[in-house]
């Protein structure tokens, strides 16, 4: 071989600004409303809950949002992340495609998670906010706000699903390692929690209940979202302007972007920076985003406006749902488990923009192992549903003869995930069947608000 | 801050020779004997086990060994790795002292055990080997092996340790992952295993004798180590060479460099590079080694002829040794946990070339929380005893008024250890002693062969 494998960039490359496409694409034809009143939300609906400034980023009209020097500091930790070309993948799969990936799992918490969490930290911290409370699932997210409260010296308290709090121990020492608290939801600390006692297991439904209360109820205490808003993914566009400049490098640009989507940001975060310049120069680069087939919220979901928890505390948003209280079966991707799916990107897809692909785990992980197996990391079950879409498109461009150009995002790698490979190789994983019932009951509970055109 | 926090080198700068420090101390006083005749070994006794690339590299005389093409092409997908200022450690520390520490926990095994592997695999596929077999306590070395193997097409065959068979899953699953099969040991493949059947819980001195007699039962498989002989450590130089590039971009010189030992190849990969320097030109800088107090090889055990197993299969090595069938007690740091060690490490030490510091395992914990609040990455067991080495070097300089520059090794993460920090902060981790009567015993049973001078 003896050629090129990694793309490195220097800290001075950490990129200065973030990119904020929903400004590209003018006022949104739909805005968030108010969940009782149903009118266009305001800034002041939603203060009580998020710092002014990630407020103001929500709705900016700018196209650009500089990055914070703290933040930039902080970022330097593990940014600039590497580009690698998987010519050993390229070679076992023997396609003529060029296969490229992003790699975010070499932060400290092993995800892209922290790169919104950092810039959230900062903000409130400088708005005098004394402590972050959020929930988190399989705990990528919670890790991530343990982390960043710990470097801007706020308080962190996470409200972790039950299921998963007893599954993980991992990842909540991992979040007490970087001093945040941890809480079993449903807890007795909260009346969300307490009503739903009976409950045990928990949801991130009744997870977000309980940290919202929390944050409402105290007046140096902040909530905080690790995916879905605007300024979530916002901050995620680090991740797709690194690899621009580092495909510059490589003297190639993609014809295909992959990432995989549960809330968005991932996806956003590789994908917004270059569907940019596709608006602007007219490229014909396509977006695919990968979905588990278990929770298919792109592929067969419907676009409405519907509340962002399960107990329909949150603002209605303008997006693809399966219905708001539909639970998905329980996939190892955890991180893909959500009914809806971030407004901005919701659009996009309507608009044609973006392509959504449905995988199912089995089949994801297969891809996982033949990725692990040639490229050493071993991917987590989110970014594997990525994998496997890129497989397909590198099988469809041999079957072509075509030197497609593939970029995808490794958003975070598989060592708290274990159990599932196990799992996987014992050949006791199975693709779990959604129910079309249940789902059609989900979405006939859709909230009453204005029909998306 | 806005300050370089980390230096990166490109793949065009990863290291082209290996740095064979014995090379530079002439032919050995003590060489290793033959455990029946306490005759000097020949090549010839090493040849049914090694592959004869491996046996020249034990033994050259060449002060530089050029790395393989091969090799090199599969150090790029994780090297070079980055070196880090620890600025917000230091400033946690409040002291002059400026830490740098080179991170080894971004190689996909997450340590600095494939620098290593990579080459054995190479070496042993060329001379037309299928198989290669191995034991691992913890898992780092039998996990790096598996993926050494994977990349050159190679078997691979782990005999693990009972008892972290039982209590590690998931780094088992990351072997399977990449395709490497694991045996509990003792298991009954071996005649080994099944004599020691009634001991259930295994030891790395059973292991290490199921795969020697694996290897030497079968024609096209060998026997391969990760750590002690003098081509580990060997291969291990590339981390303290690119260190040295990396500390020029800083535009520093270490005075301190620090590394933990268990067998010794981690410490020799930073500080034999830095060593030659310091032999060559004269300088001053100094090396400390960082063992468990429970396992206090180098700071209170024999400077001896002693087998390198439990079992007395191996060559006699000249080492600091508690006696090859003292059995440490059970702390966290499971790579460190070995009767002897390096016998080139050993002969530095007894030269008074290098320091040897003895650590608790709470005091370990304890600085590698602090060092994970501070710099975010979690650091294994194993290099916490650096950790808290660098801790009281830090609170030394602040003490004399110095800007002492200390540079570590931070060889691997701990995001399989986590149980462990969990046991700390839960207030459940204790200081094990070891016990000086058994250390006693041990020692009345070494081995006849000529004494060390």
């Keep these: 071989m003896s050629e090129t494998t990694k793309y490195l ?3 001075s490359q950490i ?18 409303l108010h969940p009782q009143t149903k009118e266009p939300l305001g800034p002041e609906d939603l203060a009580p809950l ?3 400034a990630l407020i103001e980023q929500e709705v900016s009209p700018e196209p650009e949002i500089e990055i914070p020097e703290e933040v930039a500091d902080a970022y330097k930790l593990w940014r600039p992340t590497p580009l690698h070309r998987a010519r050993r993948l390229e070679q076992a799969l023997d396609t003529p495609a060029h296969i490229y990936y992003k790699y975010e799992g070499v932060s400290p918490a092993g995800s892209h998670k922290p790169n919104t969490a950092v810039a959230q930290a900062f903000y409130n911290k400088q708005e005098g906010v004394g402590k972050l409370v959020t929930e988190t699932g399989a705990g990528q997210w919670g890790s991530a706000l343990a982390l960043a409260c710990q470097m801007f010296g706020l308080e962190c308290e996470v409200f972790m699903v039950g299921v998963s709090y007893d599954q993980k121990p991992y990842r909540r020492a991992m979040i007490e390692t970087w001093d945040g608290t941890v809480h079993r939801s449903p807890s007795d600390l909260t009346e969300a929690g307490r009503s739903q ?17 929390i944050a409402a109820g105290a007046e140096d205490t902040k909530y ?19 690899a621009i400049a580092q495909m510059e490098l490589a003297g190639e640009y993609p014809d295909v972007v992959v990432g995989c989507v549960g809330g968005g940001s991932n996806f956003a975060g590789i994908a917004y ?4 310049r596709r608006l602007s120069e007219g490229l014909e680069t396509r977006f695919l985003a990968a979905e588990p087939a278990a929770c298919p919220t792109l592929t067969r979901g419907v676009f409405a406006y519907d509340f962002g928890d399960t107990v329909g505390m949150t603002p209605l948003m303008p997006m693809y749902t399966l219905g708001h209280d539909f639970v998905p079966p329980p996939v190892h991707a955890g991180g893909l488990r959500y009914h809806g799916d971030a407004p901005s990107l919701c659009a996009l897809v309507k608009e044609g923009l973006v392509e959504a692909r449905a995988v199912p785990q089995t089949s994801a992980f297969e891809a996982a192992l033949r990725f692990a197996r040639a490229e050493g990391i071993i991917p987590a079950p989110e970014p594997a549903h ?4 890129v497989f397909d498109e590198a099988e469809a461009a041999k079957e072509a003869g075509e030197e497609r150009v593939i970029l995808f995002n490794l958003c975070g790698h598989g ?12 050949g006791e994983l199975e693709d779990l069947e959604f129910s079309e019932a249940e789902m059609d009951a989900a979405l006939a509970r859709l909230p009453e608000a204005p029909a998306l055109t």
């Design 9 to 11: 960039l220097d800290e």
């Design 15 to 32: 990129p200065t600004s973030w990119v904020n496409l929903p400004a590209d694409l003018g006022p949104p034809p739909h805005p968030p």
């Design 50 to 52: 998020f710092a002014m």
């Design 197 to 213: 006692a009976e409950h045990s297991s928990g949801s991130l439904g009744i997870a977000i209940s309980e940290a919202v209360e």
């Design 224 to 242: 905080t979202l690790g995916s879905v808003l605007n300024h979530v993914c916002l901050h995620q566009t680090v991740i797709g302007q690194e």
């Design 273 to 276: 920076p270059l569907l940019r």
């Design 386 to 389: 990525a994998i496997r879409t």
């Design 415 to 426: 060592h708290f995930d274990m159990a599932a490979y196990s799992a996987y190789l014992a």
